[in-house]
């Protein structure tokens, strides 16, 4: 008998712990400071709206923290809510452009269900080769990040797959700007817009599939940690991750630094208090280091950032 309330003890334990590990919901309808928001989540991804000045946000969620950016039709800036402890309201801040936020943001959702996802639904696969109205565009796929080329200006995108909607931020030697492309049922093409810098995308980008995979990506390849603490050539930096989300802090003019993983490259942005700019990082094969590079701005990363786990 003692031994089986042992059991039972043990299982329940067990069975708390792995809940706790569980992805939590934030979809719903929320009540805001700035109007009421609707919030869709996949795995680590949220996008939402909300009805002040065609407001939407795009953030990731790790804990119960969301980070992200918003944007309206008059602005843009970075904001942060902290979920309670059964995720049906947040404490936030906002901020303008890229500045630390700092000005109230607060939520309590009315409407929408908030337990845990236990299970992601499979992501479609939309790597291939594709024609578009600019060119040949090959893309990849992790999980839910997509990069990609295409042979116009150097071009390159990078975007995160919600459901058949691929949003993100396309690169090219002489200019910049967002894009969204909408797959069809089968994923062997796309219907999409652009826009120069922070616009809203107005412009057609259309694809068709000529080769590769389009079927659901049942399973994606087992990610590697990145995560510890690094001796970095701009000091100390300790890293986090999510998924292929990874965010950290270095001990150098407030720094901080977001960005994805896509195999052994992390690439994204770096903030201080003085400068921003791009970075890229390449992980050796047991990812206790990483040769880097960095730039200000919207430059090609050029300049050596390199690091070592301690």
Not at 72 to 89: C, H, L, M, T
Not at 212 to 220: C, N
Request: charged share 15%.
């Amino acid at each position: 008998m003692k031994l089986t309330t042992k059991m039972i003890t043990l299982l329940a334990i067990w069975s708390i712990s792995i809940l706790g590990l569980q992805a939590q919901n934030v979809a719903g309808v929320y009540q805001t400071d700035f109007n009421e928001m609707t919030l869709q989540q996949n795995g680590s991804s949220v996008t939402g709206t909300y009805k002040h000045a065609n407001g939407r946000i795009e953030g990731s969620l790790s804990g119960n923290t969301l980070t992200g950016w918003w944007y309206q039709s008059n602005a843009k800036g970075r904001f942060v809510y902290v979920f309670n402890s059964d995720f049906s309201a947040f404490t936030g801040k906002w901020s303008y452009n890229d500045a630390e936020p700092s000005s109230g943001w607060n939520g309590k959702r009315t409407s929408g269900f908030g337990g845990s996802v236990a299970q992601t639904p499979p992501v479609q696969s939309v790597a291939g080769i594709y024609t578009t109205d600019f060119n040949e565009m090959t893309l990849q796929q992790n999980g839910t990040s997509v990069t990609g080329t295409y042979k116009h200006a150097n071009g390159r995108i990078e975007g995160t797959l919600n459901g058949n909607t691929l949003t993100g931020w396309w690169y090219q030697s002489n200019a910049k700007g967002r894009f969204i492309y909408v797959f069809n049922s089968d994923f062997s093409a796309f219907s999409g817009k652009w826009s120069y810098n922070d616009a809203e995308p107005v412009n057609a980008w259309n694809g068709k599939k000529t080769s590769g995979f389009g079927g659901s990506v049942t399973q994606a390849p087992p990610m590697p940690s990145v995560a510890g603490i690094y001796d970095t050539d701009f000091n100390e930096m300790t890293l986090q991750q999510n998924g292929t989300s990874v965010t950290g802090t270095y001990k150098h003019a407030n720094g901080r630094i977001e960005g994805t993983l896509n195999g052994k490259t992390l690439t994204g942005w770096w903030y201080q208090s003085n400068a921003k700019g791009r970075f890229v990082y390449v992980f050796n094969s047991d990812n206790s280091g990483f040769t880097g590079k960095w730039s200000y701005n919207d430059a090609e990363p050029v300049n050596a950032w390199n690091g070592k786990k301690k």
